[in-house]
């Protein structure tokens, strides 16, 4: 589709940016940045050591708690997959969790972490590693039967059938996974920032709505939206790469 | 007298069922001669398949036993036995050569072994051209070539072949079948043939045998007595229509019954 389509993710971004300008002049200064002056404005703030420090705060809690979605979605998506009775009774509690609003789960979380890197990492990887989880284990528990035959037949040992065929078949699935956790985890990260903490673009818009700072505001809603799709186009693209194999 | 390649006895498959047991096979008694193309056919759900899972170990018996080489099947499928099932079996993420050398790839063989079994694969199958492709890009009948060829490179002594043309239309499978008369003959291996089409077991075998519906017994076994340099174009000798005519006479009460009792 993008392929026949080369040019529509570019229309698409220019149709968001004229809506953004009509909305702008409706709704007045005191309200939205317009998109020209958000967009110098952040190239601007780039430049500064304030700014680019809030973006390493949130960068490195977003990676460790990406990382921690990541491999503990994994493992327990396998664990569980990996047995038919796990699955039956994980999967209702999984998808619980899922349904979950984890904001009413962040005073635990700062009880638990207290206010710091440690509560973000925390909130953005409860965010993130259920859906990894989800993916792994549907998966597992749809790879095609006669894949595992055929690893039985080749006398594969059971490391070497998880290794050499279950991850590879469940590949397309876990990256769905990790696509779903990437996004939640990001607001996972994002949202903790807000709420608990003194450093980071979350602290940031907190403070900014604080202060009326529509600017500020505009301009780090801007890269974490650019940011975010940025990654999901890419990893939706190597998704579909992957499907078109299987 | 020579031992069996294969050897079961009073071999039967018990299903357990919410409302207390199904018995879906036997008993079978049933002796392959080392070498030989063997063919089974029978009605649909007659346990088939479930015979051919358990000389490969991927079903136990619920009664009975099954030698491969004078040695009683345990847990694992016996070194020498390779299989080739119904369903594409290929693994998309690797491209058709790293698929036909899975298996080789895990056994302690030379580099040199492994490129030679390959090309040998590749060529015989007529998959040279397309080593480098990975199956989604293959036809169905491609793809069963690659699967064929991942177990021809193992050497089985015996191959076990689970309906492998059934998804096929019905020229691709009259060529298919000649390509494995001529891998038959080229390696020397004793073949397992569980197949629904009848043209295909009388094209293909030395022996038939003809199964009941369930539980699947083996009513009786027909010697074709073809040449061994047959190929499909046996399908025009009048004594291929006398196999499938008997064939079909043996199966067709059993397919009634297999169809159910409004018929």
Known sequence: ?246 | METPHVRMRGVTRVYPTETGSLHALGPVDLDLRKGEFFAVVGPSGCGKSTLLEMIAALAPPSEGAVEFEGKPIGASVPDGVGVVFQENACFPWLNVADNITFGLRRQPLAKDEIARRLDYALTLMGLTDFAAAYPAQLSGGMRQRVCIARTLVTQPRLILLDEPFGALDQQTRLLMGDELLNLWRATGATVLLITHALDEAAMLADRVAVMSSRPGRIIEIIETGWPRDRDSRIVSDPAFGAVTGRLWTLLRDQSLNALGPAH
Request: charged letters at 10%; proline letters at 5%.
């Open chain 1, 1 to 246: 589709m993008s392929r026949s389509l080369p040019w529509a993710p570019v229309a698409l971004i220019v149709l968001l940016l004229v809506l953004w300008q009509g909305a702008f002049l409706l709704a007045g200064p005191d309200a939205l940045a317009a998109p020209l002056q958000t967009i110098a404005y952040l190239a601007q703030q780039l430049t500064t050591p304030e700014f680019q420090q809030h973006i390493a705060a949130t960068g490195t809690a977003f990676l460790i708690a990406l990382l921690i979605a990541i491999a503990g979605g994994l493992l327990i998506g396998l664990m569980l997959g990996l047995s038919r009775t796990a699955t039956e009774v994980a999967e209702p509690l999984l998808l619980a969790g899922n349904s979950i609003p984890k904001i009413a789960l962040y005073p635990i979380v700062l009880l638990l972490f207290g206010i710091g890197l440690s509560a973000k990492v925390a909130f953005g990887a409860l965010h993130g590693i259920i859906p990894v989880a989800i993916f792994t284990m549907s998966a597992c528990r749809n790879i095609a039967p006669v894949l595992l035959k055929s690893a039985a037949v080749m006398r594969l040992s059971r490391a070497d059938r998880i290794r050499s065929i279950l991850l590879p078949a469940a590949l397309p699935d876990i990256v769905t996974g990790v696509r779903m956790g990437f996004s939640l985890t990001l607001i996972g990260t994002v949202l903790g920032e807000m709420f608990g903490s003194q450093s980071g673009l979350g602290y940031l818009l907190m403070t900014a709505i604080g202060l009326q700072n529509t600017q500020v505001i505009m301009a780090v809603t801007l890269l974490l939206v650019a940011f975010a799709a940025t990654v999901s186009t890419a990893l939706l693209a190597y998704e579909r790469r992957l499907r078109s194999r299987y």
